[in-house]
T-cell receptor, first 115, second 114 residues
Framework: AQSVTQPDIHITVSEGASLELRCNYSYGATPYLFWYVQSPGQGLQLLLKYFSGDTLVQGIKGFEAEFKRSQSSFNLRKPSVHWSDAAEYFCAVGAPETGANNLFFGTGTRLTVIP | DSGVTQTPKHLITATGQRVTLRCSPRSGDLSVYWYQQSLDQGLQFLIQYYNGEERAKGNILERFSAQQFPDLHSELNLSSLELGDSALYFC?????????????FGEGSRLTVL
């Protein structure tokens, strides 16, 4: 069974600083990988996804993520954080061969942005 | 706005009661998913329906049930409620039956059981 670990519960960065949120997964093959963002009082919004191909994927709002098979990681990055990026970020994994669309989510990383 | 509508947004009820949460998917989406978000369990997949039929089942309790109607809206029924059922319940939709990963989430229904 697949699982996702987000080791950082809470991260605080200064506005304009770079950001990296960590995500490690456990799965027997190459899973589908996703990052979602949840703003306060809102539902989850897809930032980006990786299915195959180029291991560096670009998403919305200036985010990117890199799939590293050797490290079973899919870390999310942004070169310069804006105050509006303060939210909770979830990494998720899907299992391609099951044909099912139910995603398994990590526990989330809460991002605080300070001026 | 994702296009997924959930009602009610907030619900407070007592232990032992039964509630129904409603979800209208995005126009044209055939798949509906239910997730439970709680502080201790995080985001847990409950169940998926595709075009009226159950497609996948996750960590859904026997006290919970769901269905998808011909107009594609879905309802999640929670019965014999316990304090631990207090959570945010999300509905998500997708145009597809299988695994594309792109789910469109509603804003959730916050259930408080007293």
């Amino acid at each position: 069974a697949q699982s996702v670990t987000q080791p950082d519960i809470h991260i605080t960065v200064s506005e304009g600083a770079s950001l990296e949120l960590r995500c490690n997964y456990s799965y027997g093959a190459t899973p589908y990988l996703f990052w979602y963002v949840q703003s306060p009082g809102q539902g989850l919004q897809l930032l980006l996804k990786y299915f195959s191909g180029d291991t560096l994927v670009q998403g919305i709002k200036g985010f990117e993520a890199e799939f590293k098979r050797s490290q079973s990681s899919f870390n999310l990055r942004k070169p310069s954080v804006h105050w509006s990026d303060a939210a909770e970020y979830f990494c998720a994994v899907g299992a391609p061969e099951t044909g099912a669309n139910n995603l398994f989510f990590g526990t989330g990383t809460r991002l605080t942005v300070i001026p | 706005d994702s296009g997924v509508t959930q009602t009610p947004k907030h619900l407070i009820t007592a232990t032992g009661q039964r509630v129904t949460l409603r979800c209208s998917p995005r126009s044209g989406d055939l798949s509906v998913y239910w997730y439970q978000q709680s502080l201790d369990q995080g985001l847990q997949f409950l169940i998926q329906y595709y075009n009226g039929e159950e497609r996948a089942k996750g960590n859904i309790l026997e006290r919970f049930s769901a269905q998808q109607f011909p107009d594609l809206h879905s309802e999640l029924n929670l019965s014999s409620l316990e304090l631990g059922d207090s959570a945010l319940y999300f509905c998500a939709s997708s145009p597809f039956r299988g695994n594309t990963g792109e789910l469109f989430f509603g804003e959730g229904s916050r259930l408080t059981v007293l």
